[in-house]
């Protein structure tokens, strides 16, 4: 299985950029680096994916190293609903994989 | 658009009991997966299936069965429940199994065998 390797958690403020990393130094060519994260409670929402650019949407961008060995999911405004376990995938084999994520506390 | 729906929300059952969890989408999707997750563990994927009549096994499918007779409807059936498989169960879709596409979740059933 494509593995990834997140932070147990992390701290941020509020109004403040977030910046998670990952870690996936066995990614092959085709991999694609998904993003979700669980709101408590909910199931996991799509937050963003990418294959070797640099991506935005409304949500989030997600920055991909140029070997793509790793990647940042950033953040760039964090209010208290973002506090969630987020989750680095690769998609691989068409199945998805989830590690155990990183959980994001905001601070107000 | 409902999305992915689930029922029920929550169960208990008996060691031996038997049930059936339903997961039902209104988006046309092809691909279909449930999941399990354990308390602060990532989810482990139980089953999907790439169109109606097509199902594969996933990481965790031991004690699990499932079907799927019609696009929308993907129900996940536990014969002989087992105290092991006390745990939330989520069921998605997506468009494709490239997983370009992204995957929607439905909100879960909590599952507790006693």
């Known amino acids: 299985d494509a593995k990834t390797t997140q932070p147990n958690s992390m701290e941020s403020n509020e109004e403040e950029p977030v910046h998670l990393p990952c870690n996936h130094s066995?990614?092959?060519?085709?991999?694609?680096i998904h993003w979700y994260r669980q709101l408590p409670s909910q199931g996991p929402e799509y937050v963003i994916h990418?294959?070797?650019s640099n991506v935005n949407n409304r949500m989030a961008s997600l920055a991909i190293a140029e070997d793509r060995k790793s990647s940042t999911l950033i953040l760039h405004r964090a209010t208290l609903r973002d506090a969630a376990v987020y989750y680095c995938i690769l998609n691989r084999d068409d199945k998805i994989i989830f590690g155990k994520g990183t959980r994001l506390h905001i601070l107000p | 658009n409902a999305g992915v729906t689930q029922t029920p929300k929550f169960r208990i059952l008996k060691i031996g009991q038997s049930m059936t969890l339903q997961c039902t989408q209104d988006m046309n999707h092809n691909y279909m997966y449930w999941y399990r997750q354990d308390p602060g563990m990532g989810l482990k994927l139980i089953y999907y299936?790439?169109?109606?009549?097509?199902?594969d096994k996933g990481e965790v499918p031991n004690g699990y069965n499932v079907s799927r007779s019609t696009t929308e409807d993907f129900p996940l059936r536990l014969e002989l429940a087992a105290p092991s498989q006390t745990s939330v169960y989520f069921c998605a879709s997506s468009y494709s199994g490239d997983f370009v596409n992204e995957q929607f979740f439905g909100p879960g059933t909590r599952l507790t065998v006693l």
């Open positions: 990418g294959l070797t």
């Open positions: 066995t990614i092959s060519g085709t991999d694609y």
């Open positions: 299936s790439v169109g109606a009549g097509i199902t």
